[in-house]
């Protein structure tokens, strides 16, 4: 069964980039076509779908974020990876990976059944 | 963009009570709608997905409904561990989730 952990770090200032890698175990990150996503959560607030990338590299972006976000998989490293420019108190949140969930035949389900725990990231100087 | 609309924001219930969230979308989705439940410091559980299906070892109580823009979520007698917050989220070309629905104790 895969898993997915965040991980990286805790604060970053305004104006900075924030950087965050989804490891991923149990599985290989470039087998199959699976959309591996970055979602997030702002305290008190709903849930925002950040952006995605295919097993084959291409991404795709939320468009309110696309100016400043870059998501990139890592196959040596079995990981996949979130950079958001040029961050505001705004962007505080509790980020979190997920997997696409796929049936018997691989056909996108277009929901997401495996998550990590979530990380949360703060804004602030 | 498809913004989904979810209602109510919150819902005070009673254990066996039974409790009815509403999602609705901006244009039709198809039966492309799945539900979330989240609790504080945990990974996101997949509940629902195709507007109907329940997913694997999820308990019977949850049921979805619905089809183009209105959906619903229902607990059909809730239990102490279904005191969370639900979201719905569309499945069209880029995913949207609602706004959240906290459902508290009574």
């Known amino acids: 069964q895969v898993q997915l952990q965040e991980s990286g770090p805790g604060l970053v200032k305004p104006s900075q980039t924030l950087s965050l890698i989804c490891s991923v175990s149990?599985?290989?990150?470039?087998?199959?076509?699976?959309?591996w996503n970055w979602i997030r959560q702002p305290a008190g607030k709903g849930l925002e779908w950040v952006g995605r990338?295919?097993?084959?590299?291409?991404?795709d972006y939320n468009p309110s974020l696309k100016s400043r976000v870059t998501i990139a998989l890592d196959t040596s490293k079995n990981q996949f990876s979130l950079r958001l420019s040029s961050v505001t108190a705004a962007d505080t949140a509790v980020y979190y990976c997920?997997?696409?969930?796929?049936?018997?035949?691989?056909?996108?389900?277009?929901?997401?059944?495996?998550w990590g725990q979530g990380t949360m990231v703060t804004v602030s100087s | 963009d498809i913004q989904m609309t979810q209602s109510p924001s919150s819902v005070s219930a009673s254990v066996g009570d039974r409790v009815t969230i509403t999602c609705r979308a901006s244009q039709d989705i198809s039966t492309w709608l799945a539900w979330y439940q989240l609790k504080p410091g945990k990974a996101p559980n997949l509940l629902i997905h195709g507007a109907s299906k329940l997913q694997s070892g999820v308990p019977s109580r949850f049921s979805g409904s619905g089809s183009g823009t209105e959906f619903t979520l229902t607990i059909s007698s809730l239990q102490p561990e279904d005191f969370a917050t639900y979201f719905c989220q569309q499945g069209n070309i880029f995913p949207a989730f609602g706004g959240g629905t906290k459902v508290e104790i009574k």
């Open positions: 990338v295919y097993t084959n590299g291409d991404p």
């Open positions: 149990g599985g290989s990150i470039s087998s199959g076509s699976y959309y």
């Open positions: 997920a997997k696409n969930y796929y049936d018997s035949s691989g056909y996108s389900l277009r929901a997401f059944n495996i």
